[in-house]
């Protein structure tokens, strides 16, 4: 058993592809996939097209294709417009799960994502934004169409009050599929250290010891990971990637950072929101 203090990091890939792959290799804590794009595609024959809103783009796009798009009012899709400028937000999961229907965003792809959908042709009805222009962008128009990966490693307590926030999606890692008897978790626990740690060391120590001891005992009396993750503590380290709109973090901060929210909420949340603000992606937290 071992302890760890909660982290971050933010995911950042020019191909947005990789995001798909990293986020649901976090499931199965899985470090890397010799074959990316058949791993993807297995994923599509899966149906697994929760992973694939991990990936997002911005278009620049005509009249015309904007009003066609959201005419279809699609969940998965964000729409703005500013000084006769008009802009969509989306996944890859609606290009997937209908793409009669979307071929003309499939068009504007790079052709990095071409790989992903059975027929493609080129569109000259808009194009793919950079970084920087979406950055441009009038901030109330900004902080809709623009969304940050976040890498999150806490626990499982504060990764199910995470989840509550429903304009967001997750890749959580999952004790249904990953052994922590294996040697890549170090045959151990891996437990978040608790804020209250100090001075109650032994009564922690002895609580989580009898936990990886009994979890470690299914096992060898051969229950699978999913039916011996019955006994695994709340403080048993979760690693969880979200992927949401600035607007939606900014109600995320509101919400976990205020003092009436779980203290091991905030001492994830509070870090986080610092980091927005420094990367200047809150304008007025």
Do not use: W
């Amino acid at each position: 058993m071992i302890y760890l203090d909660p982290s971050f990091t933010e995911i950042k890939a020019e191909d947005q592809a990789v995001k798909v792959a990293l986020a649901a290799h976090n499931c199965y804590q899985v470090e890397k996939n010799d074959d990316p794009e058949g791993f993807l595609l297995r994923l599509k024959g899966f149906k697994h097209f929760a992973m694939f809103e991990h990936a997002r783009f911005v278009i620049n796009c005509s009249k015309e294709l904007y009003e066609e798009i959201i005419f279809l009012h699609n969940r998965f899709i964000d729409f703005g417009e500013n000084e006769g400028k008009y802009y969509l937000s989306f996944s890859y999961r609606p290009l997937l799960e209908d793409e009669k229907t979307f071929k003309k965003l499939i068009g504007l792809l790079p052709s990095s994502s071409r790989f992903l959908f059975t027929e493609t042709e080129d569109n000259n009805q808009g194009r793919v934004l950079t970084e920087q222009e979406i950055s441009s962008l009038p901030y109330p128009l900004y902080k809709k169409l623009a969304y940050v990966s976040l890498r999150i490693v806490t626990d499982r307590g504060v990764t199910h009050e995470l989840v509550r926030h429903r304009l967001a999606s997750y890749a959580q890692e999952s004790t249904r599929y990953c052994n922590y008897a294996k040697d890549k978790f170090s045959s151990q626990l891996t437990i978040i250290r608790p804020l209250d740690y100090q001075g109650r060391e032994a009564l922690y120590d002895q609580a989580f010891k009898n936990a990886e001891d009994s979890y470690f005992a299914l096992l060898k009396a051969g229950a699978t990971p999913e039916q011996a993750r019955a006994v695994l503590p709340t403080k048993l380290k979760a690693t969880i990637i979200i992927t949401a709109s600035i607007e939606e973090y900014e109600t995320i901060f509101f919400l976990r950072c205020s003092n009436r929210a779980h203290p091991d909420m905030r001492q994830v949340m509070e870090p986080i929101q610092d980091y927005f603000l420094k990367e200047g992606y809150l304008k007025n937290a």
